[in-house]
T-cell receptor, first 110, second 115 residues
Framework: KNEVEQSPQNLTAQEGEFITINCSYS?????LHWLQQHPGGGIVSLFM???GKKKHGRLIATINIQEKHSSLHITASHPRDSAVYIC????????????FGTGTKLQVIP | EAQVTQNPRYLITVTGKKLTVTCSQN?????MSWYRQDPGLGLRQIYY???????DKGDVPEGYKVSRKEKRNFPLILESPSPNQTSLYFC??????????????FGPGTRLLVL
């Protein structure tokens, strides 16, 4: 079964801390997405990765294809980073289905 | 403004009364998809479409229908809604999956309650 697991489920951090959220998957993939869901419910795509590393502002996403693992890092965290972060995977094999992790709820305290 | 729109945003209905949730995008995207989000289960894919007249099942298609007659629209149809379809629904679109521009744009969500 194609599965996606995220950790931790919940994370509380002090403002300024370096944060890491992890995503592991069970079989080969074509693409991995990191999404951010705000408390109001809206979902925004942060990154799409198929290899290597991407950076946007204070956010960094990495993927290790051999280990079937991706990480999302937030540097110098801020209360406005408080949200649910979701990993989504499109498994390889010619299919266009998308499977999601259950999300990591992040709260950054001032 | 590039966007994905969904209507209605909130809907309360009764068991068995057919309903349609519309989804429209103005970015000329080939790929469109419907997801539902439930507490403890996260997001799950219902149906997706690679282009006009091309649709396929996601992980939870039972009780839903879709159609893609125009590139911009991808309505979700519940022929006979049941209480277990109470959920938060998201539509999303992206350029064709597999390319470097594969980024999903999500609609604002439709909160459905089936009594």
């Amino acid at each position: 079964k194609n599965e996606v697991e995220q950790s931790p489920q919940n994370l509380t951090a002090q403002e300024g801390e370096f944060i890491t959220i992890n995503c592991s998957y069970s079989v080969g993939i074509s693409a991995l997405h990191w999404l951010q869901q705000h408390p109001g419910g809206g979902i925004v795509s942060l990154f799409m990765l198929s290899s290597g590393k991407k950076k946007h502002g204070r956010l960094i996403a990495t993927i290790n294809i051999q280990e079937k693992h991706s990480s999302l890092h937030i540097t110098a965290s801020h209360p406005r980073d408080s949200a649910v972060y979701i990993c989504a995977v499109r498994f390889s094999g010619g299919y266009q289905k998308v499977t999601f992790g259950t999300g990591t709820k992040l709260q950054v305290i001032p | 403004e590039a966007q994905v729109t969904q209507n209605p945003r909130y809907l309360i209905t009764v068991t068995g009364k057919k309903l349609t949730v519309t989804c429209s995008q103005n970015m000329n995207h080939e790929y469109m998809s419907w997801y539902r989000q439930d507490p403890g289960l996260g997001l799950r894919q219902i149906y997706y479409s690679m282009n006009v007249e091309v649709t396929d099942k996601g992980d939870v298609p039972e009780g839903y229908k879709v159609s893609r007659k125009e590139k911009r629209n991808f309505p979700l149809i519940l022929e006979s809604p049941s209480p277990n379809q109470t959920s938060l629904y998201f539509c999303a679109s992206s350029p064709l999956a597999g390319g470097p521009r594969e980024t999903q744009y999500f609609g604002p969500g439709t909160r459905l309650l089936v009594l």
